[in-house]
């Protein structure tokens, strides 16, 4: 016998399924939904970390001038997060709020900018974003080398991507694509959260290294005020 259960129990919920479950019944078996959707989410972190590690915290929010959400209506889907951001956002007149999804959600209403790029194109815009940082020479050459490998191949895989190519794939317009990655060039406090826009992919994985390898080529990861931040379909 099994238990197949939800993150989005509460609390206390959860502790008397889990009494139910191993304390009466006597089955060790009980699992939640939130592995699954977080798969992709976990796989990209192991193929670029080695381990399924987040590496920034909830505090890195207040404290960044730039914050990308992507595949994320966080207005709804984490609100109590999202008031938090807008509330450092007010105290930090200098941060910037991004949006990306192809709806125009309630989480555009604190927006500085949104992009509404086409379904499924998120890896080409990331992508096209490690491009710009590379022609920016906006690049931490110390943290490249003293703790990633690989960035000569993922560099030469996007060299030919340009604004309006990416743009182009994305449907959005150059003038936009042109002031997210001025942005992100030139802000260091940077953080990107994504959630299950991203994750719930046909290539949510790529999408996800995507993201991580734009912070790994400019040192944004580790300190305060930057990083990607995966946040979990599976709030209670």
Not at 83 to 99: E, S
Not at 116 to 126: H, Y
Request: hydrophobic share 40%.
């Amino acid at each position: 016998m099994a238990f197949y259960v939800s993150g989005q129990l509460l609390t206390e919920d959860y502790y008397v399924v889990n009494k139910l479950a191993k304390g009466f019944v006597g089955t060790a078996n009980i699992d939640t939904n939130s592995r699954l959707c977080m798969a992709s989410s976990v796989a990209g972190h192991k193929r670029a970390f080695g381990s399924d590690t987040v590496p920034g915290c909830y505090e890195d929010l207040e404290f960044a001038d730039l914050l990308i959400l992507t595949g994320s209506n966080a207005a709804w889907c984490h609100p109590v997060l999202y008031q938090r951001m807008m509330a450092a956002k007010q105290r930090n007149p200098a941060c910037r709020v991004v949006v990306i999804d192809p709806r125009r959600t309630a989480t555009c209403e604190g927006a500085d900018l949104h992009l509404p790029l086409r379904s499924g194109s998120d890896a080409v815009l990331f992508n096209g974003l490690l491009a710009a940082l590379k022609r920016a020479n906006a690049i931490d050459g110390n943290f490249v080398r003293g703790f990633t490998s690989g960035v000569e191949a993922a560099l030469a895989a996007t060299a030919d991507q340009t604004v309006a190519e990416t743009a182009d794939i994305c449907g959005l317009s150059v003038g936009a694509v042109e002031r997210f990655f001025d942005w992100f060039i030139k802000t260091e406090r940077a953080v990107t959260l994504y959630s299950q826009g991203i994750n719930q992919s046909s290539s949510g994985t790529d999408k996800v290294n995507a993201i991580i390898n734009c912070h790994l080529l400019t040192g944004r990861i580790g300190r305060e005020g930057m990083g990607p931040f995966s946040l979990t379909g599976q709030p209670n």
